[in-house]
């Protein structure tokens, strides 16, 4: 990562620019054109978009109703072609109020993408095409055939601000990632950037790869942003990006991720009436550090607003993982939660020093995202100079990405029969993987385990899982003022080995 203007020798490399080679006129489109463009909007005054009003038809439609909006596959960007992907266009409705302009770049040039009302079906939303007229596209959505022979499955959804999601085989919406984060959490409000224009470039015939450009627009920043999809079992989506800042920001959060938690295995205070076991699309944050050590913070839905950061140098990775995976954790047939994918980044190059962030906000409902996890730059950008990252993201089910040796598997809080609120704050912490099932079951292990000076720790025992092969486990502590947090960390050795990454675990002020 770094700030100033890339030299146009390594732009030309990138997956961007190579995209483009079903463009043979080689001035129709390129990356550089929307860096340009983004570069010249951020020395101009920000000027906020006016979207059209809604007609009402549109505008009270509840939830429900706008979802079951599509847009027909017969009318499907590349519909009757030869190409692998189908893309969709997404109308405005409900809460989703900005007009985006969308453009497809084919060897002849750029084109705009028409609105069409009678491209949707409209049914099950009890309307017509006449009440739609001109309304215009606030996303759209990329279809794929993941498995040879199976029917295109949704594989990559823009829509709302900068938001993206994308889906491998058998995976079901959960994670969203974002273009950019500015000021969140702060007492003086978020700024949600937007994307504004898009560009669809047409891959050539049997690519099973696209790309897709993007102009992102804001009070605070503009940036260029080009997405390389290539869906899979796990979908990839490569993210280059330009970033200019009108202003200086006083935290700019890069490659952000969003997410929802209601309560989890960690919550044993539950007071709702809800048949379901836990409720959240990810639990918890894992990252890669430079160092080489790898960490586990289960996610809380805390009474109050919790931030929480990382120091790191160099990150290797980071994501909001969903590590419990069997139906019986959630017993959800309706969001499957077991099959929301975990995801996963991967900074390319160096991102320098700084710290990773993660926002608990306090949620009543699973309607929230009320997680959200990015990367602070130490050294931020200089306005109106080009500040030049990447990285990629990885959407996952099958095959995580896990630490090398032994991760956690589940965090449990509560008391048994030899722990009770008078003797301190039980926790039960599973691990598992291969540098533990390889050990035998009588092998030395030991937990180290450290508190921040709120926390007391009364027991640290290691216990061999004959049922999964693994190590539990069990630690009670004392919070000496119930009105502050207690950080935990703990690990796993075998003599001077470390064999496990490190749980580290915040108790929120109760």
């Not at 000027?47 to 939830?63: D, E, V, W």
């Not at 980071?318 to 975990?342: N, T």
Request: hydrophobic share 35%; charged share 20%; glycine share 8%.
């Amino acid at each position: 990562m770094s700030s100033g203007t890339f030299p146009l020798r390594w732009t030309l490399l990138t997956a961007c620019v190579l995209g483009l080679s079903s463009i043979t006129n080689a001035h129709a489109f390129s990356f550089a054109d929307v860096i340009q463009q983004a570069r010249h909007l951020a020395k101009t005054p920000y000027k906020a978009q006016k979207a059209k009003m809604l007609p009402k038809a549109l505008a009270t439609l509840n939830h429900d109703q706008y979802q079951s909006i599509r847009y027909k596959h017969a009318n499907e960007l590349w519909a009757g072609s030869r190409l692998r992907f189908r893309v969709g266009f997404i109308v405005r409705g409900g809460a989703y109020r900005e007009r985006i302009r969308l453009n497809e770049v084919d060897s002849t040039g750029v084109h705009p993408i028409r609105f069409r009302s009678n491209a949707f079906d409209l049914k099950g939303a009890g309307l017509k095409p006449k009440q739609i007229k001109s309304v215009g596209f606030s996303g759209f959505r990329v279809r794929f055939p993941i498995v040879p022979g199976k029917p295109r499955s949704l594989v990559l959804e823009f829509h709302g601000a900068s938001y993206f999601r994308a889906l491998g085989e058998g995976q079901v919406a959960g994670v969203t990632a974002r273009g950019l984060a500015i000021d969140t959490a702060l007492p003086s409000g978020e700024e949600f950037p937007q994307f504004v224009t898009f560009w669809i470039e047409r891959p050539p015939i049997g690519s099973r790869s696209m790309v897709i450009d993007a102009l992102m627009n804001s009070r605070s920043a503009t940036g260029a942003y080009c997405f390389s999809l290539r869906p899979g079992i796990n979908t990839t989506v490569h993210v280059w990006v330009h970033l200019f800042l009108r202003k200086n920001i006083a935290k700019l959060g890069l490659a952000p991720l969003s997410s929802m938690f209601l309560y989890g295995a960690n919550d044993p205070n539950r007071t709702r009436n809800d048949y379901r076991p836990q409720v959240h699309s990810a639990d918890g944050l894992q990252i890669e550090a430079g160092t080489g050590e790898w960490l586990w913070r289960p996610l809380v839905n805390p009474e109050r607003l919790l931030v929480t950061s990382f120091s790191l140098t160099n990150p290797q990775g980071f994501g909001l993982m969903q590590r419990a995976r069997d139906f019986a954790h959630y017993e959800d047939l309706r969001h499957r939660y077991d099959l929301a994918p975990s995801v996963w980044v991967k900074p390319k190059g160096n991102w320098g020093y700084g710290h990773l962030e993660l926002v608990e906000i306090p949620s009543p409902d699973a309607t929230n995202s009320n997680i959200v996890a990015f990367w602070v730059p130490g050294n931020p950008p200089v306005p109106k100079q080009s500040y030049d990252f990447n990285y990629k993201i990885h959407w996952e089910l099958k095959n995580p990405t896990n630490p090398p040796n032994a991760w956690v598997t589940q965090t449990r809080r509560g008391y048994d029969t030899t722990s009770t609120k008078k003797n301190g704050i039980a926790f039960v912490v599973d691990f598992n993987g291969p540098a533990l099932r390889r050990l035998p079951s009588g092998a030395p292990v030991k937990a180290i385990v450290s508190s921040n000076g709120n926390g007391k720790i009364l027991l640290n025992h290691v216990r061999y899982n004959p049922v999964t092969g693994g190590r539990r486990l069990y630690l009670r502590l004392q919070r000496r003022n119930p009105a502050n947090p207690v950080e935990l960390r703990a690990y796993l050795r075998i003599k001077h080995d470390t064999v496990s990454e490190t749980w580290s675990y915040i108790l929120p002020p109760s």
